[in-house]
């Protein structure tokens, strides 16, 4: 699967330069947040795109703003994923080495706390006790999916979410819903 692209063309800087185009919508203004100058960062986005055999951004010249590609926006959640996880990383090490127990950041609903977390919890203490837990009420779907993939949330309990690229989604339950009712229905009562 790696021999698909260049891999000596993808590093953190041009990942990191891929973001910044993207969030701040042109070179200038990310040159300016990551501290390089204007051809720096287009030439990390330009070895980034020639790695991946594909234009990353449309660059109308000017003032325009640039967009992300279809190819842009694949590789923008990608890249997004890898920088969430390398700062995870650094954390999760320095934690260590600080002596504090890992800890594994969990997103839950009411539910998902009552039913599932007490008999997943004991499992886990059996066969890691040296891991902490951590508990999140989730309130906000779409925040819950950017703390995943920043790697605030090492996993989140949710229903009926909405596809996310950046996110792998495992099903869990299957929980049919049904409606009850009478069965004179049809003559109901005005």
Do not use: C
Not at 170 to 190: F, K, N, Q, S, Y
Request: charged content about 25%.
């Amino acid at each position: 699967m790696t021999d698909l692209i260049d891999q000596s063309g993808i590093d953190l800087k041009a990942l990191r330069a891929l973001v910044a185009v993207a969030d701040l919508g042109s070179f200038r203004a990310a040159a300016r947040s990551l501290g390089y100058t204007q051809s720096a960062v287009s030439h990390q986005v330009g070895t980034l795109e020639r790695a991946l055999e594909a234009t990353l951004f449309t660059r109308p010249g000017g003032r325009g703003a640039v967009t992300l590609t279809p190819a842009g926006d694949v590789a923008y959640l990608r890249a997004r994923r890898v920088l969430g996880e390398v700062e995870t990383l650094g954390a999760d090490v320095a934690a260590l080495q600080r002596g504090q127990t890992p800890t594994l950041r969990i997103g839950v609903f009411q539910t998902a706390t009552t039913e599932l977390m007490p008999r997943a919890l004991r499992a886990l203490r059996e066969q890691r006790p040296d891991v902490a837990v951590s508990l999140s009420e989730i309130r906000d779907p779409a925040l819950t999916m950017d703390r995943l993939a920043t790697g605030e949330l090492d996993l989140a309990f949710m229903v009926n979410v909405e596809p996310d690229e950046r996110i792998r989604s495992i099903p869990l339950l299957d929980d049919p819903w049904v409606i009850l009712t009478r069965r004179e229905i049809g003559r109901a009562h005005v």
